[in-house]
């Protein structure tokens, strides 16, 4: 079930300013969960400036009086809720609370209407700038953890997984990549509007809109379809890099289980970037990543693997990340052991051994706000699934990990729900065991 903050007593027909996660405390928001975001954007690339309406359907789980929106940078036009405008608005740097004009009964589903613009910008926080972001000649949206408000108003935590259309038009000549399935694509005076449908729930970080001169290259069609949008000076580069895209789709697919999606995309963008982009159905990639020379096949493998492993099974708090960013690490050691390079239990033992140069000051399962997505949060996870696999032998340790992601897939995941989950399927009392070593204690275990 999806993660909920309580509402207090005291909170009664208002809903939480926060989804009560201390990792992100002004972001999320209490009182309903919201089900769909249909969103309409006309963006103009050349000067950045939006309109857009969003249309969210929504469920109250508590009587409210008023309730509280993320959304940052924009001006908003109108509300209206159930067809009646707002009694009134209240909008601060990154909060817009809405009062109704009668309030909203405990159950209820109730629609907001929201027409906003502005020349959309990344977010300043804690891990660097994250939202809408300009390209040389496009955009991307970078929403982990707290982006997504920097485009449209939401709910901006990952305990609310919702289903979206998102429709953006802009000028011609340019592609739109989105999640989700293309339904339509018309062009008009100059300007082609794309229609997306996203039917699995996905959490609002995953949401993601990439604009560029892109070409697309649709792959195999097996296990799903694959497809790659690149500019056209890199076709060589992007035709080796990616050749076994679908091979790694099908290993993944019989190690974590079915792909949880009905497609994936890559996009390699013209300008450089720090790092790849993991985002619901696809994956953003710089120039920079695509060498011709199989240079990213590990970064490949880690930002597929998300499609498992944080966009299917989502955190329920930002505290558990290590079962998003510990899963994919660890699927860049299988695909480099099924390709025939160093084994996992090689790469296992040369990475514990570099932890062990690090400070001992972090706990993986509650590393702290500043520190989430720290390196070692990624390489101890990965180390505890390997200690666990080594416990186990591999034909359990798959069976269990193929059972999990069919458990919870397009769900929510804890720690305690791992450890509960794969001491039921595999009968065996040690996995409590190696999580509180690996991941709940700050001393580095041996293997």
């Known amino acids: 079930m999806p993660y909920t903050r309580q509402t207090l007593p005291h909170e009664a027909a208002y809903g939480a300013a926060s989804a009560g ?7 999320g928001n209490g009182g309903y969960l919201a089900e769909h975001y249909d969103l309409a954007l006309d963006y103009r690339v050349a000067t950045n400036r939006l309109s857009a309406t969003a249309i969210i359907t929504a469920r109250a789980l508590t009587g409210l009086d008023r309730f509280s929106l993320d959304c940052a940078g924009l001006s908003v036009d109108k509300v209206t809720v159930n067809g009646v405008p707002a009694r009134r608005i209240a909008h601060t740097a990154r909060k817009l609370t809405i009062t ?3 309030t909203l009964p405990a159950g209820e589903t109730f629609e907001v209407l929201m027409r906003y613009r502005g020349a959309p910008h990344p977010l300043r926080s804690a891990w660097g700038e994250v939202g809408w972001e300009e390209l040389d000649d496009g955009v991307l949206v970078s929403g982990q953890p707290c982006g997504a408000q920097t485009w449209f108003p939401c709910n901006d935590h990952p305990s609310n997984k919702a289903t979206y259309r998102i429709s953006v038009s802009c000028e011609s000549g340019y592609t739109v990549v989105s999640n989700g399935a293309l339904v339509s694509q018309s062009a008009r005076s100059g300007r082609t509007k794309w229609t997306y449908d ?3 729930p996905m959490a609002t970080y995953l ?9 697309r290259r649709d792959l195999a069609a097996a296990p799903v379809a694959q497809s790659l949008f690149f500019p056209a000076d890199m076709s060589a580069e992007v035709a080796t890099d990616f050749a076994q895209l679908g091979e790694m789709l099908a290993f993944f697919s019989q190690v974590f289980g079915p792909y949880p999606f009905s497609a994936y995309s890559v996009v390699v963008t013209d ?4 790092i790849p982009l993991e985002a ?5 990639f710089g120039r920079n990543h695509a060498d011709g020379l199989h240079g990213s096949d590990r970064l490949i493998a880690h930002e597929l693997a998300h499609q498992w492993y944080g966009n299917s099974l989502t955190v329920s708090t930002w505290r558990d990340i290590w079962l998003q960013e510990g899963f994919a690490c660890y699927a860049e050691w299988l695909w480099e052991e099924q390709r025939g390079g160093l084994t996992a239990d090689q790469n296992a033992h ?9 400070p001992k000051d972090l706990v993986v399962g509650d590393p702290g ?3 989430m997505f720290d390196d070692r949060v990624y390489k101890r996870g990965a180390l505890a699934l390997h200690a666990i696999r080594r416990a186990l032998g591999d034909d359990a340790f798959f069976a269990a990990l193929a059972a999990y992601t069919l458990a919870f897939r397009h769900g929510h995941v804890t720690t305690d729900s791992f450890v509960t989950f794969f001491s039921r399927h595999t009968g065996s009392r040690a996995i409590g065991t190696f999580v509180d070593r690996w991941i709940l204690q700050e001393a580095l275990p041996s293997l």
Do not use: C, Q
């Open 21 to 27: 996660d201390p990792y992100l405390p002004t972001s």
């Open 100 to 102: 109704v004009a009668a």
């Open 198 to 200: 996203v039917k699995e």
């Open 207 to 215: 949401a993601t809109v990439s604009i560029g001169r892109y070409r």
């Open 271 to 274: 300008d450089e970037l720090e």
């Open 280 to 284: 619901h159905g696809l994956a953003v």
């Open 350 to 358: 040369a990475f514990r051994s570099e932890l062990n140069k690090l």
């Open 369 to 371: 706000p500043r520190d």
